[in-house]
Protein backbone atom coordinates (compact mmCIF):
# COMPACT_ATOMS: atom_id res chain seq x y z
CA UNK A 1 0.00 0.00 0.00
CA UNK A 2 1.36 3.18 -0.89
CA UNK A 3 1.51 6.12 1.35
CA UNK A 4 -0.68 8.62 0.63
CA UNK A 5 -0.84 12.48 1.74
CA UNK A 6 -4.18 13.63 2.25
CA UNK A 7 -4.30 17.77 2.69
CA UNK A 8 -7.38 18.74 4.42
CA UNK A 9 -8.12 22.42 3.88
CA UNK A 10 -9.46 24.40 6.57
CA UNK A 11 -11.14 27.70 6.01
CA UNK A 12 -11.52 29.84 8.68
CA UNK A 13 -14.18 32.17 8.20
CA UNK A 14 -13.90 35.44 10.07
CA UNK A 15 -17.18 37.05 10.12
CA UNK A 16 -17.65 40.99 11.62
CA UNK A 17 -20.48 41.91 13.14
CA UNK A 18 -21.16 45.47 13.07
CA UNK A 19 -22.76 47.02 15.80
CA UNK A 20 -24.16 50.66 15.17
CA UNK A 21 -23.86 52.76 18.09
CA UNK A 22 -26.23 55.96 18.53
CA UNK A 23 -23.50 59.01 19.57
CA UNK A 24 -23.53 58.61 22.65
CA UNK A 25 -21.71 61.43 25.10
CA UNK A 26 -20.76 60.96 28.41
CA UNK A 27 -23.18 58.16 29.42
CA UNK A 28 -22.34 54.90 30.62
CA UNK A 29 -24.66 51.64 29.76
CA UNK A 30 -24.28 48.74 31.56
CA UNK A 31 -25.26 45.02 30.48
CA UNK A 32 -23.85 41.94 32.09
CA UNK A 33 -21.58 41.40 29.73
CA UNK A 34 -20.02 44.80 28.73
CA UNK A 35 -20.19 48.63 29.54
CA UNK A 36 -19.64 51.62 26.97
CA UNK A 37 -17.65 54.46 29.06
CA UNK A 38 -17.28 57.93 27.58
CA UNK A 39 -17.93 57.55 23.34
CA UNK A 40 -17.83 61.27 22.40
CA UNK A 41 -17.40 60.50 18.68
CA UNK A 42 -20.16 62.30 16.73
CA UNK A 43 -18.62 60.57 13.38
CA UNK A 44 -17.59 57.26 12.18
CA UNK A 45 -14.53 55.13 13.25
CA UNK A 46 -13.96 52.30 15.72
CA UNK A 47 -13.95 52.55 19.39
CA UNK A 48 -11.66 49.71 21.02
CA UNK A 49 -11.43 48.23 24.66
CA UNK A 50 -9.82 45.05 25.79
CA UNK A 51 -13.17 43.13 25.32
CA UNK A 52 -14.60 44.21 22.06
CA UNK A 53 -14.74 46.61 19.00
CA UNK A 54 -17.04 48.29 17.58
CA UNK A 55 -17.74 49.91 14.28
CA UNK A 56 -19.48 53.45 14.59
CA UNK A 57 -21.93 54.43 11.71
CA UNK A 58 -22.15 58.00 10.41
CA UNK A 59 -24.80 60.39 10.89
CA UNK A 60 -26.95 57.98 12.62
CA UNK A 61 -30.71 58.67 11.40
CA UNK A 62 -32.58 60.38 14.37
CA UNK A 63 -36.20 61.41 14.24
CA UNK A 64 -36.60 63.51 17.39
CA UNK A 65 -34.39 66.30 18.36
CA UNK A 66 -35.07 66.50 21.69
CA UNK A 67 -33.91 64.78 24.95
CA UNK A 68 -35.35 61.61 24.89
CA UNK A 69 -37.03 60.66 27.98
CA UNK A 70 -39.30 57.50 29.60
CA UNK A 71 -41.77 58.83 27.38
CA UNK A 72 -39.87 58.60 23.79
CA UNK A 73 -37.95 56.45 22.20
CA UNK A 74 -34.99 56.59 19.36
CA UNK A 75 -36.15 55.20 16.28
CA UNK A 76 -33.52 54.72 13.14
CA UNK A 77 -34.92 53.10 10.11
CA UNK A 78 -34.92 55.52 6.94
CA UNK A 79 -38.80 55.97 6.94
CA UNK A 80 -38.69 57.29 10.63
CA UNK A 81 -36.62 60.31 9.20
CA UNK A 82 -39.53 62.00 7.53
CA UNK A 83 -41.60 61.85 10.39
CA UNK A 84 -42.32 65.14 12.46
CA UNK A 85 -40.98 65.72 15.76
CA UNK A 86 -43.65 64.65 18.75
CA UNK A 87 -46.04 67.68 19.34
CA UNK A 88 -46.66 68.83 22.69
CA UNK A 89 -49.73 70.40 24.25
CA UNK A 90 -48.46 73.75 25.77
CA UNK A 91 -51.52 74.92 27.25
CA UNK A 92 -55.30 72.99 28.33
CA UNK A 93 -57.46 75.80 30.14
CA UNK A 94 -60.79 76.15 31.04
CA UNK A 95 -61.09 78.12 34.06
CA UNK A 96 -57.93 80.02 34.77
CA UNK A 97 -58.48 83.42 36.65
CA UNK A 98 -56.03 86.51 36.17
CA UNK A 99 -52.79 84.29 34.51
CA UNK A 100 -52.60 82.05 31.46
CA UNK A 101 -50.32 79.67 29.80
CA UNK A 102 -51.63 79.81 26.67
CA UNK A 103 -49.54 83.31 24.73
CA UNK A 104 -51.59 83.35 21.01
CA UNK A 105 -54.98 83.61 22.03
CA UNK A 106 -56.88 87.39 22.85
CA UNK A 107 -55.21 90.01 25.20
CA UNK A 108 -58.23 89.07 27.89
CA UNK A 109 -57.21 85.66 27.86
CA UNK A 110 -53.29 86.43 28.26
CA UNK A 111 -53.91 88.43 31.45
CA UNK A 112 -57.31 87.69 32.81
CA UNK A 113 -57.83 84.17 32.21
CA UNK A 114 -60.98 81.95 30.73
CA UNK A 115 -62.29 83.91 33.52
CA UNK A 116 -62.07 86.84 31.14
CA UNK A 117 -63.67 85.72 28.44
CA UNK A 118 -65.96 82.92 29.75
CA UNK A 119 -67.67 84.50 32.54
CA UNK A 120 -67.36 84.24 36.45
CA UNK A 121 -66.43 80.81 37.01
CA UNK A 122 -64.72 79.55 33.47
CA UNK A 123 -66.10 77.48 30.71
CA UNK A 124 -68.43 75.15 30.97
CA UNK A 125 -68.69 74.14 27.95
CA UNK A 126 -65.50 75.11 26.01
CA UNK A 127 -62.17 75.60 26.40
CA UNK A 128 -58.62 76.67 24.90
CA UNK A 129 -55.25 74.37 23.91
CA UNK A 130 -52.49 75.50 22.01
CA UNK A 131 -49.30 73.33 20.68
CA UNK A 132 -45.92 73.14 21.04
CA UNK A 133 -44.20 72.48 17.73
CA UNK A 134 -41.49 70.92 19.20
CA UNK A 135 -39.77 73.09 16.20
CA UNK A 136 -41.93 71.29 12.92
CA UNK A 137 -41.70 72.69 9.64
CA UNK A 138 -45.14 75.11 9.99
CA UNK A 139 -46.98 72.94 7.18
CA UNK A 140 -47.16 70.10 9.98
CA UNK A 141 -50.76 68.86 10.72
CA UNK A 142 -51.75 67.81 13.96
CA UNK A 143 -54.92 65.57 15.42
CA UNK A 144 -56.45 65.84 18.62
CA UNK A 145 -56.87 63.44 20.97
CA UNK A 146 -59.82 63.82 24.07
CA UNK A 147 -60.89 61.82 26.95
CA UNK A 148 -62.37 61.80 30.15
CA UNK A 149 -60.34 58.80 31.39
CA UNK A 150 -56.90 59.27 30.24
CA UNK A 151 -57.16 57.35 27.22
CA UNK A 152 -57.42 54.19 29.24
CA UNK A 153 -61.32 53.36 27.30
CA UNK A 154 -62.18 56.67 25.92
CA UNK A 155 -60.07 57.67 22.97
CA UNK A 156 -62.26 60.74 20.56
CA UNK A 157 -60.76 63.46 18.19
CA UNK A 158 -61.86 67.01 18.01
CA UNK A 159 -63.43 67.32 15.08
CA UNK A 160 -61.41 70.01 12.56
CA UNK A 161 -64.50 71.78 11.33
CA UNK A 162 -66.94 71.84 14.89
CA UNK A 163 -64.42 71.71 17.59
CA UNK A 164 -66.54 69.33 19.07
CA UNK A 165 -65.38 65.47 20.56
CA UNK A 166 -66.47 62.77 17.52
CA UNK A 167 -66.06 59.60 18.23
CA UNK A 168 -62.68 57.47 16.62
CA UNK A 169 -64.68 55.94 14.02
CA UNK A 170 -65.52 59.26 12.47
CA UNK A 171 -61.89 60.61 12.48
CA UNK A 172 -60.15 61.38 9.48
CA UNK A 173 -58.12 63.42 7.64
CA UNK A 174 -59.89 66.52 7.87
CA UNK A 175 -59.33 66.57 11.54
CA UNK A 176 -55.56 66.91 10.94
CA UNK A 177 -54.92 71.51 10.84
CA UNK A 178 -51.73 73.58 11.62
CA UNK A 179 -50.68 75.02 14.56
CA UNK A 180 -52.02 78.02 13.13
CA UNK A 181 -55.47 77.32 12.10
CA UNK A 182 -56.18 75.21 15.42
CA UNK A 183 -55.37 78.74 17.12
CA UNK A 184 -56.74 81.01 15.15
CA UNK A 185 -60.71 81.09 17.52
CA UNK A 186 -60.67 81.85 20.95
CA UNK A 187 -61.97 78.47 21.71
CA UNK A 188 -60.93 75.35 20.12
CA UNK A 189 -62.76 72.70 22.19
CA UNK A 190 -66.65 73.19 22.41
CA UNK A 191 -69.02 70.99 23.21
CA UNK A 192 -68.03 70.01 26.55
CA UNK A 193 -69.72 68.74 29.93
CA UNK A 194 -69.47 70.87 32.57
CA UNK A 195 -67.42 70.57 35.59
CA UNK A 196 -65.90 67.22 34.01
CA UNK A 197 -62.25 66.55 33.91
CA UNK A 198 -60.48 65.91 30.24
CA UNK A 199 -57.50 65.02 28.96
CA UNK A 200 -55.76 65.72 25.67
CA UNK A 201 -53.05 64.57 23.35
CA UNK A 202 -51.63 65.39 19.71
CA UNK A 203 -50.72 63.48 16.90
CA UNK A 204 -48.09 64.61 14.72
CA UNK A 205 -48.49 64.82 9.87
CA UNK A 206 -45.95 65.67 8.00
CA UNK A 207 -47.07 63.76 4.69
CA UNK A 208 -47.83 60.03 3.84
CA UNK A 209 -47.54 57.55 6.27
CA UNK A 210 -45.31 60.10 8.56
CA UNK A 211 -48.26 60.31 11.65
CA UNK A 212 -46.20 60.54 14.93
CA UNK A 213 -47.09 58.58 18.36
CA UNK A 214 -49.31 60.16 20.81
CA UNK A 215 -47.85 62.99 22.69
CA UNK A 216 -47.98 63.63 26.27
CA UNK A 217 -51.30 64.18 27.90
CA UNK A 218 -52.84 67.58 29.89
CA UNK A 219 -55.67 67.90 31.64
CA UNK A 220 -58.21 70.57 32.00
CA UNK A 221 -61.54 70.33 34.18
CA UNK A 222 -64.64 72.70 33.17
CA UNK A 223 -66.56 74.80 35.30
CA UNK A 224 -69.84 74.67 36.21
CA UNK A 225 -72.65 76.61 35.49
CA UNK A 226 -72.42 80.00 36.89
CA UNK A 227 -75.37 82.98 37.23
CA UNK A 228 -75.90 85.73 39.88
CA UNK A 229 -78.86 88.34 39.94
CA UNK A 230 -79.12 91.05 42.75
CA UNK A 231 -81.44 93.74 42.99
CA UNK A 232 -80.71 97.59 45.21
CA UNK A 233 -82.71 100.24 45.56
CA UNK A 234 -80.60 103.90 45.39
CA UNK A 235 -80.29 106.92 43.47
CA UNK A 236 -78.80 107.78 40.31
CA UNK A 237 -75.51 108.12 41.95
CA UNK A 238 -76.43 104.43 43.18
CA UNK A 239 -73.92 102.63 40.65
CA UNK A 240 -72.36 100.95 43.10
CA UNK A 241 -74.64 101.44 45.98
CA UNK A 242 -75.96 97.54 47.89
CA UNK A 243 -79.18 97.40 49.62
CA UNK A 244 -80.70 94.32 51.01
CA UNK A 245 -84.45 93.62 50.61
CA UNK A 246 -87.28 94.26 50.87
CA UNK A 247 -87.33 96.88 47.92
CA UNK A 248 -89.54 99.55 48.23
CA UNK A 249 -90.05 103.39 45.21
CA UNK A 250 -91.97 105.58 46.56
CA UNK A 251 -93.31 108.97 44.75
CA UNK A 252 -93.24 111.78 47.63
CA UNK A 253 -92.47 115.15 48.06
CA UNK A 254 -91.76 117.16 44.75
CA UNK A 255 -91.76 113.78 42.61
CA UNK A 256 -95.59 113.26 44.27
CA UNK A 257 -98.11 112.19 41.89
CA UNK A 258 -101.12 114.67 41.40
CA UNK A 259 -103.82 114.15 39.20
CA UNK A 260 -103.68 116.54 35.43
CA UNK A 261 -100.38 116.87 36.54
CA UNK A 262 -97.02 116.01 34.23
CA UNK A 263 -94.93 112.96 34.08
CA UNK A 264 -93.07 112.43 37.26
CA UNK A 265 -90.07 110.01 38.14
CA UNK A 266 -89.54 107.65 41.36
CA UNK A 267 -87.78 109.05 44.19
CA UNK A 268 -85.41 106.23 43.25
CA UNK A 269 -84.34 103.58 40.90
CA UNK A 270 -84.17 99.63 40.61
CA UNK A 271 -80.83 98.92 40.20
CA UNK A 272 -79.67 95.37 39.00
CA UNK A 273 -76.27 93.37 39.35
CA UNK A 274 -76.38 90.39 36.28
CA UNK A 275 -73.20 87.89 35.47
CA UNK A 276 -73.30 84.48 33.72
CA UNK A 277 -70.95 82.41 32.05
CA UNK A 278 -73.97 81.44 30.34
CA UNK A 279 -72.46 80.73 26.33
CA UNK A 280 -76.16 81.79 25.44
CA UNK A 281 -76.41 85.07 27.88
CA UNK A 282 -79.03 85.99 29.61
CA UNK A 283 -82.75 87.54 29.85
CA UNK A 284 -84.15 89.86 32.26
CA UNK A 285 -88.38 89.96 32.68
CA UNK A 286 -90.24 91.47 34.57
CA UNK A 287 -94.44 91.32 35.15
CA UNK A 288 -96.50 93.44 37.30
CA UNK A 289 -99.37 92.39 39.73
CA UNK A 290 -101.80 94.82 38.59
CA UNK A 291 -100.48 95.51 35.46
CA UNK A 292 -100.62 99.20 37.16
CA UNK A 293 -100.43 101.10 39.94
CA UNK A 294 -104.02 100.91 42.14
CA UNK A 295 -105.29 102.16 44.98
CA UNK A 296 -107.57 99.94 47.13
CA UNK A 297 -109.49 102.68 48.71
CA UNK A 298 -110.21 104.64 45.58
CA UNK A 299 -110.98 101.31 43.43
CA UNK A 300 -108.94 103.01 40.56
CA UNK A 301 -105.68 102.29 38.89
CA UNK A 302 -103.52 103.93 36.79
CA UNK A 303 -103.25 101.29 33.85
CA UNK A 304 -99.32 100.91 32.63
CA UNK A 305 -98.62 101.45 29.31
CA UNK A 306 -96.05 101.34 26.32
CA UNK A 307 -95.32 105.51 25.31
CA UNK A 308 -94.49 108.78 25.66
CA UNK A 309 -96.34 109.52 28.78
CA UNK A 310 -96.05 113.89 28.05
CA UNK A 311 -98.63 112.68 25.05
CA UNK A 312 -100.89 110.64 26.87
CA UNK A 313 -103.66 111.27 29.33
CA UNK A 314 -101.69 108.90 31.99
CA UNK A 315 -99.66 105.99 31.91
CA UNK A 316 -96.99 104.64 34.49
CA UNK A 317 -93.74 102.52 32.75
CA UNK A 318 -90.27 101.76 33.09
CA UNK A 319 -87.28 103.31 31.62
CA UNK A 320 -83.43 102.62 30.87
CA UNK A 321 -81.04 105.02 32.87
CA UNK A 322 -77.71 103.49 33.26
CA UNK A 323 -76.29 100.20 31.77
CA UNK A 324 -72.83 98.91 31.73
CA UNK A 325 -70.63 96.07 31.54
CA UNK A 326 -66.91 94.56 30.93
CA UNK A 327 -66.13 93.62 27.62
CA UNK A 328 -63.87 91.01 25.91
CA UNK A 329 -63.13 88.85 22.82
CA UNK A 330 -65.44 86.14 24.26
CA UNK A 331 -67.79 88.20 26.35
CA UNK A 332 -71.29 89.33 25.69
CA UNK A 333 -73.33 92.85 25.63
CA UNK A 334 -76.24 93.73 26.99
CA UNK A 335 -78.95 96.04 25.67
CA UNK A 336 -81.82 97.28 26.88
CA UNK A 337 -84.72 96.34 24.99
CA UNK A 338 -86.80 98.95 22.35
CA UNK A 339 -89.94 99.58 24.70
CA UNK A 340 -87.63 100.39 27.74
CA UNK A 341 -84.38 102.19 25.86
CA UNK A 342 -86.16 105.26 25.50
CA UNK A 343 -85.52 109.21 26.51
CA UNK A 344 -87.51 111.74 27.87
CA UNK A 345 -90.72 110.49 29.12
CA UNK A 346 -90.86 107.32 26.69
CA UNK A 347 -91.90 104.18 28.99
CA UNK A 348 -91.98 100.39 28.85
CA UNK A 349 -95.53 99.10 30.02
CA UNK A 350 -95.51 97.09 33.12
CA UNK A 351 -97.99 94.27 32.22
CA UNK A 352 -99.76 91.21 33.78
CA UNK A 353 -97.71 89.51 31.12
CA UNK A 354 -94.02 88.82 31.23
CA UNK A 355 -91.57 91.46 29.02
CA UNK A 356 -87.83 90.96 28.58
CA UNK A 357 -86.20 94.29 29.52
CA UNK A 358 -82.68 93.73 29.08
CA UNK A 359 -81.00 91.04 27.03
CA UNK A 360 -77.43 90.08 27.11
CA UNK A 361 -75.93 88.05 24.09
CA UNK A 362 -72.84 86.19 25.51
CA UNK A 363 -70.86 85.71 28.66
CA UNK A 364 -71.60 88.63 31.10
CA UNK A 365 -68.67 89.57 33.51
CA UNK A 366 -69.81 92.70 35.96
CA UNK A 367 -72.88 94.24 34.49
CA UNK A 368 -75.38 96.65 36.02
CA UNK A 369 -78.22 98.40 35.33
CA UNK A 370 -80.78 100.46 36.48
CA UNK A 371 -84.17 101.31 35.87
CA UNK A 372 -86.66 104.68 36.21
CA UNK A 373 -90.20 104.29 37.32
CA UNK A 374 -92.06 107.13 35.81
CA UNK A 375 -95.86 107.90 36.01
CA UNK A 376 -98.81 110.72 34.67
CA UNK A 377 -102.14 110.60 36.37
CA UNK A 378 -104.93 112.19 34.43
CA UNK A 379 -107.35 114.72 35.89
CA UNK A 380 -110.44 112.19 36.73
CA UNK A 381 -108.10 109.98 39.57
CA UNK A 382 -108.78 110.90 43.13
CA UNK A 383 -106.16 111.08 45.59
CA UNK A 384 -104.60 108.58 47.65
CA UNK A 385 -101.84 107.53 49.17
CA UNK A 386 -102.03 103.88 48.48
CA UNK A 387 -101.53 103.35 44.62
CA UNK A 388 -99.10 100.59 44.40
CA UNK A 389 -98.05 97.69 41.86
CA UNK A 390 -96.19 95.01 42.49
CA UNK A 391 -92.78 93.84 40.15
CA UNK A 392 -91.24 90.69 39.90
CA UNK A 393 -87.92 90.55 37.86
CA UNK A 394 -86.43 87.31 36.96
CA UNK A 395 -82.57 86.00 35.90
CA UNK A 396 -83.37 84.22 32.91
CA UNK A 397 -79.22 82.23 31.77
CA UNK A 398 -79.19 80.66 28.35
CA UNK A 399 -76.50 77.67 28.49
Known amino acids: MKNRTVLITIWICIFTILF ?21 TQGGGTAESTNYSTLLTINDTITD ?41 PS ?22 EIDTNDNPTDTLYAIQISEDNFSSDIRYIDGSTYEPETY ?6 DFRTKTQWETDTFNVLGLDQATQYYIRIIALHGDFTETEEGPSQTATTAGTSSSFDIDIAGT ?23 GA ?41 DSVTGDLDSLSEGFGLQSYYLDYDTGSG ?64 FVPRY
Open 331 to 394: LGSITAQTNYSGSGANVGIVDTDWNKVYDGDGPIVAGRMALYVMARAGTDKLGATDYDETITFI
Open 169 to 174: SSHNIN
Open 20 to 40: PVYSTIAEELDSTNYKIVDIT
Open 65 to 105: PRIYSTSYKVTADPASAFRPAIAEVSCFETTTDGYSNCTTG
Open 237 to 259: GGISTETDPPFTISFTGTNSILA
Open 262 to 302: GTVTADNLIWMDAETNGAGGFAIVQKGTNGGLYSTTRSAQI
Open 108 to 129: ELTTGGMVAICGDGGCYDRARF
